[in-house]
């Protein structure tokens, strides 16, 4: 039940902060171009969105700290695995669980790192450019996202050690269901009648 909990705040907070972050570009975007309509120019002049930009950016922060975790709860971080495959079963696993382990301890020191740097942060009264808003809030991204990704490797290695298996993600596109004709399965140059 925690986990479902989780992973439905996880992907509720990724979706509420990049569709947010579209609609107020959207909004700056529209306002930039408005002002510089001569009827609408009195009715757009003295709405200030200077701030716009500066949250964005920060939505798109934290949205990419907690993607991060989603990532390797859903298995779509790319990896080189070209050596890991040409190993045996038995090595094969040790290396992806020693890997999944290592992202774990990264992302743990990272979590520490940045809890501690965003107490020293709120210990000062430094606030963000635009927003005016608490940097301490700002950077708080650091220890939560990293905090979660930690706990998302450990989630997945307890999993691989009890079934031999890592979350891997859909090679399906939604709306492609076969291979297009177009190609052929010798490659694009056989598939044009150029000699290579």
């Known amino acids: 039940m925690f986990f479902k909990i989780l992973d439905r ?5 990724i979706s509420v902060l990049i569709g947010g972050a579209t609609v107020l570009i959207f909004v700056a975007v529209l306002h930039r171009y408005g002002s510089t309509v ?9 709405i200030d969105i200077t701030w716009a ?44 669980l020693f890997g999944l382990l290592a992202g774990a301890v990264f992302t743990g ?17 430094s606030r963000s450019n635009d927003l005016e808003a608490p940097k301490w809030i700002v950077y708080l991204a650091i220890p939560l996202g990293s905090g ?5 490797f450990l989630q997945v290695a307890w999993g691989f050690w009890r ?7 859909s090679h399906h596109v939604e709306g492609i269901d076969e291979p297009s ?16």
């Not at 001569?38 to 003295?46: C, M």
């Not at 020191?109 to 009264?125: N, R």
């Not at 004709?181 to 000699?195: E, F, N």
């Open 9 to 13: 705040l996880e992907e509720i907070i």
């Open 38 to 46: 001569p009827f609408l120019f009195p009715y757009l002049h003295d």
């Open 53 to 96: 930009q500066e949250l964005c950016i920060y939505m798109f922060v934290w949205m990419a700290k907690f993607g991060a975790a989603y990532g390797v709860r859903q298995g779509v971080h790319v990896g080189v695995d070209v050596l890991v495959n040409r190993l045996g079963v038995n090595h094969r696993g040790k290396v992806i």
């Open 109 to 125: 020191i990272i979590a520490a790192l940045g809890a501690t740097f965003v107490y020293d942060l709120s210990e000062t009264d």
């Open 148 to 152: 979660l990704m930690c706990f998302r």
């Open 163 to 169: 079934t031999g298996e890592v979350p891997h993600a």
């Open 181 to 196: 004709p177009a190609l052929h399965p010798q490659g694009d140059i056989a598939a044009t009648g150029i000699k290579a």
